[in-house]
Every structure is written in C-alpha cells, then in structure tokens.
Nanobody, 115 residues
C-alpha cells in the first residue's frame, strides 16, 4: 500500500522559511511526477509545484520565486523549500505523486504564518 508522509510544517513568522518533506513508501517504483498542492477555496487544492523524475520542475504563479521543489529519487522523497512566507500562505499543504496511471495524496500538513 502506497503511503505518503509529510513533515516540516508548523508555525513561522512572516518572512521566515519552512521546508516541507514528503516520504513515499510502499512502492518499488519511482513516480514520474511528485508535487505539492495546498488547500484552496472550498474543497479545492491549488497546485504549487511539480518535479519530474528526470529533473524538470514547474511552478504556479503563486509559488514561483519563493518556493523551490526538489526530489531525492533514491529516497522516494520530495521537498518544498518555502521562503519569504506570508500570512496568506497559511494553508494545509499536500504532497501528491503519480504520472504512471495512479495518483496518491498525503494526509496534509498545516503551515501557519503569523504576521
């Protein structure tokens, strides 16, 4: 059973940084896509960044310039380095992996940015 475990969230002051990690277990395969989303309006999830197994990355407008995604294929882990955090970045952040016909989500981790 594939399991995604996120860590690194918490409370930080505006202007600070956090590094989220998501470790994937239960799969012998490397997922073509590993990415990060965050809670959006209603039950939606906003895509922030995606990293491919071959090293490519893509960012949404809200993430570009402040967030950096990276992955360690050997450890089946994806990271999101977040800098210059703002109170409006306060959300639940989700890890997502897939691209091979299946897609899996983490349970979500809270990030709170105080002003």
């Amino acid at each position: 059973q594939v399991r995604l475990v996120e860590s690194g969230g918490g409370l930080v002051q505006a202007g600070g940084s956090l590094r989220l990690s998501c470790e994937v277990s239960g799969s012998p395969n490397t997922f073509p896509e590993m990415g990060w989303y965050r809670q959006g309006p209603g039950n939606s999830r906003e895509l922030l960044a995606v990293a491919s197994a071959t090293g490519g990355t893509a960012y949404s407008a809200s993430a570009k310039g402040r967030f950096t995604i990276s992955r360690d294929n050997a450890k089946n882990t994806v990271f999101l380095q977040m800098t210059t955090l703002k109170p409006e970045d306060t959300r639940v952040y989700y890890c997502n992996v897939g691209g091979n016909g299946e897609r899996f989500w983490g349970q979500g981790i809270q990030v709170t940015v105080s002003s």
